[in-house]
């Protein structure tokens, strides 16, 4: 069996012997798989691109906010005041 109908006997399980039958029979319905299962895969590829996206974005978020506490450390520090003081 090929992807397709596979994916689809897994997706509507109630429906197998119809499924079988009328993909074997019928072009129309069988492009309809086809498309189905295309879109199917389609989508998880996008998911999967927008999982590691948000990971990489997460990532940059944490940076940037330790770089922020580290500025504001230092803008903050003893020597800093001391120069806000006398300028």
Known sequence: MNEEIIY???RFPKHRKIILKTYNTNDD???????FYFSARTLEHYKNDMIKNLK???EY???FADL?????????????KR???EG
Do not use: P, W
């Open 61 to 63: 978020q944490r940076v």
């Open 83 to 85: 120069t806000r003081l």
């Open 29 to 35: 319905f069988k492009s309809l798989c086809q498309d």
């Open 68 to 80: 922020e506490k580290e500025i504001v450390g230092y803008l903050n520090s003893d020597d800093n």
């Open 8 to 10: 689809m006997l897994d």
């Open 56 to 58: 990489g974005e997460l």
